[in-house]
């Protein structure tokens, strides 16, 4: 996720460079000779391009949308709920400083909590925030599978972790 302009500018550098790569590759006759090896590092490059792609629409979809016009944005993993802040917070062009003092907090409180993605903020402060931005629910639905309910210790390690399963 592209959070300010210097992450922007540096995704569009990156970007840049992978396309230029992939048109070397493309060009290069004698890697062409090992197919196989040739689609691997052309396939790995063309993922990169894909994903930098998605996440320079979604910067600028947030960065130029009307401040004054609503926009909805989808929580699929409780996990992603400081994202859904830091996107909030972007669409409403509002800068950390401004924020902080919507939410009486202080600018480096915010800073700190994004940079962090809200890991050592209090539920308070997550809640100040979400008010401070306004943030409403239309139509939420928790699913919660009292049938293989967990019954073990849950680790800090596995909380933060990618191997959380999507609740479907």
């Given amino acids: 996720m592209i959070r300010n302009e210097r992450e922007y500018r540096n995704t569009l550098y990156w970007l ?3 396309e230029r790569s992939i048109a070397e590759l493309d060009n290069n006759e004698s890697l062409r000779a090992d197919f196989k ?18 996440q320079i629409k ?10 004054q016009t609503p926009i909805v944005l989808t ?6 709920l400081p994202q859904l802040l830091i996107k909030s917070r972007m669409a409403a062009k509002l800068s950390q400083k401004e924020l902080a003092e919507l939410a009486g907090l202080t600018e480096e409180e915010i800073q700190r909590y994004e940079d962090k993605d809200y890991e050592d ?9 979400v008010d ?13 599978p009292l049938d293989t309910l967990r019954r073990t210790p849950i680790t800090k390690e596995e ?3 990618k191997s959380w399963q999507k609740v479907s």
């Fill in 121 to 129: 903020a209090s539920f308070l402060n997550v809640m100040a925030v």
């Fill in 132 to 144: 401070a931005l306004d943030i409403k629910i239309q139509s939420g639905e928790f699913l919660i």
């Fill in 37 to 54: 090896r040739w689609k691997l590092q052309r396939d790995s490059y063309q993922s990169q391009v894909e994903d930098l792609k998605e």
């Fill in 58 to 67: 979604e910067y600028e979809t947030l960065t130029n949308h009307d401040s």
């Fill in 16 to 18: 840049e460079r992978f």
């Fill in 75 to 80: 929580l699929d993993e409780f996990n992603n």
């Fill in 159 to 161: 909380l933060l972790s």
